[in-house]
């Protein structure tokens, strides 16, 4: 289904009410119409200096041969100027703040994905907090495309997912094996990864139209996923993470994604400041 939005005046002409903030501690997840009009040319900047230079994370998702490219990298916001300024600068960490009720705000991390036209291969269904060493009830991620995307390329959500009792299992997106190694779906650690293509009636997919410069908030804890890109138009995006004050380090059963080696922090304690920056206090 499409979630209901509200639409502003123009392209920065936005501004958050109650109803969004509803609508995301109920759905996990809300659009948000026109809030980046503004920074749509410094957040092509950035992506353009992300696909020229990529970091140590940056991977080549398998695609079969002449079947299009699908790319994403993160944690690249110390190194390529624009994303720090639309972390630090924009609306963006507003939009956290308040979809967090008013939270102080920290920046996780940035990150970058990138479906060439023609490419079939679909973002898996998955959660992202079990992949990372952070638990928090107070967590917003921020999709924000800088080509028109339309429902079959647009991120989707499951509605309602983040308030599962247990986080979908974690895998692999290049071949679906489990994240980490000897885990499996125990039905208490973990829940198995959804299939609302072959159980439509057992979930409420949100997904929607999206212009340059509209974005979607989300949970960490919510299931989404997305179609691959079979237009003849590429689909660029760029997502900003961000946690409140409640967020604090966990072990996970191995490596995290991303892994941030060396960061020297015990379980329980608060995020650094110097590698996560407060963004808002």
């Known amino acids: 289904m499409s979630a209901p939005v509200r639409r502003p005046t123009g392209p920065t002409d936005f501004a958050l009410d109650l109803a969004d903030r509803e609508a995301f501690e109920r759905d996990g997840a809300v659009c948000i119409r026109g809030a980046m009009g503004d920074w749509l040319d410094l957040i092509v900047e950035g992506i353009d200096e992300n696909l020229e230079r990529p970091g140590p994370y940056a991977a080549e998702n398998d695609v079969a041969p002449g079947d ?8 690249n916001w110390q190194r390529i100027p624009p994303f720090e300024r ?8 507003d939009i956290a703040q308040f979809l967090m009720g008013g939270s102080a ?5 940035d990150h970058v994905l990138v479906k060439e036209p023609g490419t079939s291969k679909p973002t898996p269904w998955h959660s992202d907090n ?18 028109p995307v339309t429902s079959a390329t647009s991120l989707r959500v499951i509605a309602g997912s983040h308030r599962w009792e247990a ?22 650690t973990y829940r198995p990864v959804p299939d609302p293509a072959n159980d439509p009636d057992e979930h409420d997919v949100l997904e929607w139209d999206l212009e340059p410069g509209d974005l979607v908030a989300f949970d960490f804890r919510a299931a989404h ?8 138009t590429r689909r660029r995006v760029l997502s900003l993470r961000f946690v409140g004050d409640d967020a604090r380090f966990v072990e996970r059963p191995g490596r995290t994604s991303p892994p941030f080696p060396g960061h020297g922090m015990a379980p329980g304690d608060r995020l650094r400041a110097d590698w996560f920056p407060h963004v808002r206090s």
Do not use: M
């Not at 979908?168 to 980490?180: I, L, M, N, R, T």
């Open 167 to 188: 986080d979908v299992f974690p895998v692999s997106w290049a071949d679906d094996s489990a994240f980490y190694d000897g885990t499996t779906v125990d039905g208490e």
């Open 105 to 109: 705000v920290q920046f996780f991390h």
């Open 68 to 75: 299009g490219r699908f790319f994403d990298d993160y944690c």
């Open 225 to 232: 996923g997305a179609r691959g890109n079979e237009r003849s």
């Open 86 to 93: 639309v972390a630090k600068e924009s609306p963006a960490a």
């Open 130 to 147: 079990p992949y990372y060493f952070v638990e928090a009830a107070k967590t917003v991620s921020l999709w924000i495309p800088v080509d």
